[in-house]
């Protein structure tokens, strides 16, 4: 099972994008979903983490009041909608799924391929 994010792109400054993470099989139920980042020469970084039922939300002080976490278990997926974005988020966006909402690498299982977003002038 993969996870598939995407949605990234180039943005402008203060602009929003909206990223989604759907797994490769429907059968797949994503427990425990968050979302990372990763900038170039630094390490991977939380960013905001939403349980099965969306009751339990965590999210990162960095991007607190900007990012927002979601979850349509319809259709399976999960979207992180980021707004005021800056040229500091510029990175490569990953999500994750596990069994339960953590804020670091070793609480998920299962990663998708990422999704670069590029936020520049």
């Known amino acids: 099972v993969q996870l598939q994010a995407s949605g990234g792109g180039l943005v402008q400054p203060g602009g929003s994008l909206t990223l989604s993470c759907v797994a490769s099989s429907h059968t797949f139920r994503m427990d425990a979903t968050g979302w990372f980042r990763q900038a170039p020469g630094k390490e991977r970084e939380f960013l905001a983490a939403?349980?099965?039922?969306?009751?339990?939300?965590e999210v990162a002080d960095i991007v607190k009041g900007r990012f927002t976490i979601s979850r349509d278990n319809r259709k399976n997926s999960v979207t992180l909608q980021m707004n005021n974005l800056r040229p500091e988020d510029t990175a490569v966006y990953y999500c994750?799924?596990?069994?339960?909402?953590?804020?670091?690498?070793?609480?998920?299982?299962?990663w998708g391929l990422g999704t670069q977003v590029t936020v520049s002038s």
């Open positions: 994750a799924a596990g069994s339960v909402v953590g804020n670091a690498d070793i609480f998920y299982d299962f």
């Open positions: 939403i349980s099965w039922s969306g009751e339990t939300v």
